[in-house]
């Protein structure tokens, strides 16, 4: 019922692998309102800005990669 939120229990005793977990996440960049794909602002001259991007994700997979399972899954 949450977007990319899961709960996994492991077996009893169990321990996730050495290469530990794996996020993938598919889809392309977007745009804002205003069709622009990026937007930085900074507070002033002296400070980096911070920078936001637009994304449409189409999937989001949390894995196992020691098995090849795919623990989690949300998809458009």
Do not use: N
């Amino acid at each position: 019922m949450r977007p990319y939120a899961a709960t996994i229990k492991l077996d009893e005793g169990a321990q996730p692998g050495a290469q530990g977990y794996q996020l993938s996440i598919s889809g392309r960049i977007g745009a804002f309102s205003d069709r622009q794909p990026i937007h930085c602002t900074a507070a002033d001259a002296e400070v980096r800005p911070v920078c936001l991007v637009a994304v449409e994700l189409t999937r989001v997979t949390f894995d196992d990669p020691e098995s090849g399972v795919s623990l989690s899954e949300w998809a458009l």
